[in-house]
């Protein structure tokens, strides 16, 4: 707790530029992220990050210093071209857009580890920190260099919310923004320089290869929340936040941890939470739902075929036995025994010495289902002139999606009719 | 002697990894081949501290099968979260490597493990790394053994299963329709690619592997459209940036690893503007067009 | 036989264009009337799309041009409004119906700008002609095939146009949908707007168009439907394959054809 307070009161100043840093650099990287993974270009980042290497060690080699300006605009330099190499190739080869980036990506990282060691081994004693690109050093940023970051980052933040509804449409629909006159070129342009921007900066904190993660993950676990783009804007923008936080506080209590790496881990926990636990989107929820459904479908069936068993017998009160069941229907047992269980919670059901009873409620519940099966038989057999004997399968998935709506329209269509295409007679209530 | 035995190393990632290469960008899968690399980064450092040294079989085996569940776990996301696919690419990889990162920071002193060999491996001390046998007789360098057992691996691998991903690559539901199983062929050829990340990852770095991976395939598939003349040319592609690129770093005193990938993009821009040169000797607009 | 009108709304002259290098149309050449309700028809992979993305600019063209109101696009953009197809975009895209919509005001809008609430007005009033006023929160990743087009062409409508370019807009909608979108459509082109229509289906061609245009790589014919919905020239443009035309195009795409410039 003492570590806790110690780090939120800033304490020591330079507590404050590392929170700060990576807040900001992780808040507006997931931000332009949302855009880039709207727009299948997630790759983009991790291509750049890896083509400003050579960016910066030639602005090093040329301008010999580590002004974070010149890096910048060095890094920015090749930034760019990395992507119009992307373009040019897939434009002019047969090659397809993923080897194109790969290419781009590890041909331009080679190229900068070719220069860094260049740099290294030449000695040149104002070298020290170019390293700090490749795996990032978020306690770097600080003092000076730091109000550059800060003013990049507000700078991309305006940018985004100025032109919030431009590089929507150029996400959902490039062509018919070109189509009403938008300059879609150029917009794409800005686009791709925020994202080369946003890269530049968060580079710093967290390396050439992490640097992916900060555009894509945030972005990716935002949309397994909403569908809702501003919403989904934000809530990157937040988890970005939290997992900057995060990431430096882990390295300030555990000083041999690196921030980088743990920003993009708790940013990933994020995200992989998002992916399987998410209402509506997520893996286990669809999971669920699934389940639930294929319960339904049981005990729909399980309740039919009482009231079948009711119909030929000319008697809905006798009790019977599972094997009994089994005999009409082969249910596994395990699942016959939950859905018998669940039934009688539910009161369809009652059960007496082991001997399974419907009651009435379960009975008009079973003969909707019976009445939805032969509806939908005759359905097929009438409309679409399906063999009799070719329509029980369909019936059987169809009876349980039906809707009441649907049921009225089925009913009025075929004219409450007396038999199904079997001859046998359709219950109505 | 020493130069040679860098060249052969790096000739020998390259013939591996450009093999595999070729059905990678074939099967438009490059980005994976690229995650992969990343991703057993995590695999190998856990490996390196069990076992204690590198090139254990344990540690092939182990990364291998790290690599196999990376493209699970990116087909997984892909496919049950709906997630698209870049993006599932994207963020397995980081979070798998950034995993790996910090188990190096958290066993600190315990593996010897160089950040910076992470990136871009440190092939310039495959000579000195000799294999000596307990009764002290030395058989040479040790990484030399291990890449070429893994090279005729994989040359065993696409001679034995070319039919198999042949198939699987140039039209999967047909595959699928005679009865090949295309998800058997796609998990033995990324169980291979990691493999090859693996043994490759001490020379020339878990990243520079995917210049191995992609470059060269790349510049031979510009060529050809045959596939056994692309897995030729992009073997003669492999050796020829390895050797390249260890006279550019040696003249730059740079890193070789960094060296040979700048190489192998050099040779695809010769061959990028070659096959343009080549389709249009003349470039003037064209009347007859207007014929019809 | 191609029949040119006087002051035409839509002008081509003499228009070529290649994908890929692979030309895909030659020297189309025609004129349209104002108010009229066009079909563009002809088998796959005769330049029906292409000819509609050219004229609103979105493919280079090899040559000739394209005049709107005796203009150039770029300056008539607000009168000209275009329906790509549905395919063309990804429907999960986190947007809602009202979302879609408003895009058709964009252009009204300029750079920079927000929807105020005149455009929310007029996107509403668009949705309502397409019967899809009750949807306008939904997410469009949960509209039918059909409710999707709707979205497309009320998107088109908030745009207010005087021409309205669509690309298959029956493409893979329900009856019920097409019998609606037809509806607009001719009450549109009552109204005096112009519209033109990428079309697949010939039974329907005869009812729903009073001006055709038959395309095949090449123009067959561009007329009154009365004039040129006939079987000699739905023969020149559905029988009998081009295969000349299409082995020389080949041949450009394989580059063997010295002197085309991409």
């Known amino acids: 707790m003492d570590t806790f307070i110690e780090f939120f009161t800033f304490q020591y100043p330079n507590i404050k530029y590392v929170l700060f840093g990576s807040i900001l650099l992780a808040v507006s990287s997931a931000i332009v992220g949302c855009f880039t993974f709207l727009k299948k270009k997630a790759l983009v980042g991790d291509v750049v990050a890896h083509a400003v290497l050579p960016g910066i060690c030639l602005s090093f080699l040329l301008t010999g210093n580590k002004n974070p300006l010149y890096l910048i605009i060095g890094a920015f330099i090749t930034g760019w071209i990395s992507i119009v190499v992307i373009d040019g190739i897939v434009r002019k080869t047969k090659l397809k857009e993923d080897t194109a980036t790969g290419l781009s990506l590890s041909v331009f990282f080679g190229i900068g580890i070719l220069l860094l060691t260049f740099i290294q081994k030449s000695g040149n004693a104002a070298q020290s920190g170019l390293e700090s690109f490749l795996f990032g050093k978020a306690a770097a940023l600080v003092g000076a260099d730091m109000w550059l970051f800060a003013s990049v980052s507000v700078a ?36 791709t320089t925020l994202t080369v921007l946003a890269v530049v900066i968060g580079i710093q904190a967290v390396g050439v290869v992490l640097m992916a993660a900060m555009l894509i993950t945030p972005a990716a676990a935002a949309r397994f929340w909403t569908d809702d783009l501003k919403t989904m804007i934000i809530l990157a923008a937040i988890f970005g936040a939290v997992s900057g936080t995060a990431g430096a506080y882990i390295s300030f209590v555990a000083p041999s941890m690196p921030t980088g790496p743990w920003i993009v881990m708790v940013i990933s926990i994020i995200a992989l939470t998002s992916f399987f636990f998410a209402p509506k989107k997520g893996i286990l929820y669809k999971a669920l739902k699934r389940r639930r459904i294929k319960n339904l479908i049981l005990q729909e069936n399980i309740l039919k075929m009482f009231f079948q068993l009711g119909e030929e017998a000319g008697d809905f009160n006798t009790g019977r036995s599972v094997l009994e069941l089994q005999d009409k229907r082969p249910f596994r047992t395990k699942e016959l025994d939950s859905g018998l269980k669940r039934l009688q919670l539910q009161g369809y059901l009652t059960n007496q010495n082991d001997k399974w009873q419907i009651t009435s409620e379960g009975q008009n519940k079973g003969r909707r289902i019976v009445k939805l099966h032969r509806l939908w038989e005759l359905y097929l057999t009438t409309y679409l002139r399906i063999a009799p004997d070719h329509v029980h399968e369909d019936a059987e998935k169809i009876e349980h999606i039906i809707t009441p709506e649907l049921e009225a329209r089925l009913e009025k269509l075929l004219d409450y009719p007396e038999l199904d295409p079997h001859q046998s007679k359709i219950p109505y209530q | 002697m020493n130069d040679l035995i860098i060249i052969a190393t790096g000739s020998l990632v390259a013939i591996s990894c450009g093999l595999l290469g070729c059905f990678l960008i074939l099967r438009k899968m490059a980005m994976v081949g690229d995650a992969i690399s990343h991703a057993v980064l995590p695999g190998i450092v856990i490996a390196f501290y069990i076992s204690g040294e590198r090139d254990s079989i344990v540690m092939l085996i182990g990364a291998g099968l790290i690599g196999i569940l990376t493209t699970f776990l990116i087909e997984f996301l892909h496919q049950k979260g709906k997630l698209q696919s870049d993006a599932s690419i994207g963020v397995t990889f980081t979070w798998l490597f950034a995993l790996g990162v910090i188990l190096i920071s958290y066993y600190g002193r315990n593996v010897d493990i160089d950040q910076d060999c992470v990136l871009h491996g440190e092939i310039a001390y495959v000579p000195i790394d000799l294999w000596i046998t307990e009764g002290g007789t030395n058989l040479g360098p040790r990484v030399l053994y291990v890449m070429s057992f893994v090279t005729l691996a994989i040359i065993v691998f696409i001679k034995i299963g070319y039919r198999g991903l042949f198939f699987t690559t140039f039209d999967a539901s047909y595959a699928a329709a005679i009865g090949i199983s295309t998800v058997l062929w796609h998990y033995l050829l990324m169980g291979f690619v990691s493999l090859a990340t693996v043994a490759s990852f001490e020379s020339v770095g878990a990243i520079l592997v995917v210049a191995f991976l992609i470059v060269p395939p790349a510049s031979a598939y510009l060529l050809t459209n045959k596939l056994p003349k692309m897995l030729m040319l992009s073997v003669v592609f492999g050796v020829l940036s390895a050797t390249g690129g260890y006279y550019l770093a040696k003249s730059l005193d740079g890193s070789i690893a960094g060296a040979m990938a700048t190489v192998s993009g050099l040779l695809f821009a010769l061959t990028f503007f070659y096959t343009r040169l080549k389709a249009n000797p003349v470039t003037s607009s064209s009347p007859v067009l207007q014929e019809s | 036989m191609i029949q040119q009108v006087q002051n035409p709304i839509l002008e081509i002259h003499d228009l070529s264009v290649s994908y890929d290098r692979k030309p895909v149309l030659w020297g189309v050449d025609l004129s349209i009337p104002k108010g009229a309700l066009v079909g563009i028809i002809g088998p796959n992979g005769a330049g029906k799309s292409t000819l509609i993305k050219s004229i609103m600019g979105l493919i280079p063209l090899n040559g000739g041009y394209v005049k709107l109101f005796d203009k150039d696009l770029d300056d008539v953009r607000e009168k000209v409004s275009y329906v790509p197809q549905r395919e063309s975009v990804d ?33 509403r009033f668009a949705l309502e002609q397409v019967g899809m006023q009750e949807f306008a929160k939904r997410q469009i990743s949960q509209l039918s095939g059909g409710q999707q087009q709707r979205v497309f062409l009320a998107r088109a409508l908030a745009q207010q146009a005087d021409i309205y370019f669509m690309d298959e807009p029956f493409a893979g909608v ?9 509806k607009i459509l001719k009450d549109m082109s009552e109204a005096g707007k112009t519209v033109i229509v990428v079309h697949h289906d010939l039974q329907s061609v005869a009812k729903y168009f009073d001006w055709l245009i038959m395309l095949n790589l090449r123009l067959v014919a561009s007329g009154p439907t009365d004039k040129v919905f006939n079987e000699k020239l739905l023969e020149e443009a559905y029988g009998g394959k081009l295969t000349l035309l299409t082995e020389v195009g080949q041949l450009i795409k394989q580059e063997k054809f010295p002197g085309i410039e991409k």
């Open chain 3, 174 to 182: 329900d009856a019920a949908t097409e019998k609606a979108i037809i």
């Open chain 3, 91 to 123: 429907w999960d895209f986190p947007a809602s119906v009202m979302d879609v919509v408003l895009m058709g005001r964009y252009n009204k809008l300029g750079l920079f700008s927000r929807p105020r609430k005149a455009d929310r007005d007029a996107a």
């Open chain 1, 156 to 191: 991309l933040l305006i940018a985004v919310f100025l032109l919030f509804k431009e590089f929507t449409l150029i996400s959902f629909d490039q062509n018919f923004g070109a189509a009403i006159g938008f300059p879609v070129k150029g917009l794409n342009l800005i686009l």
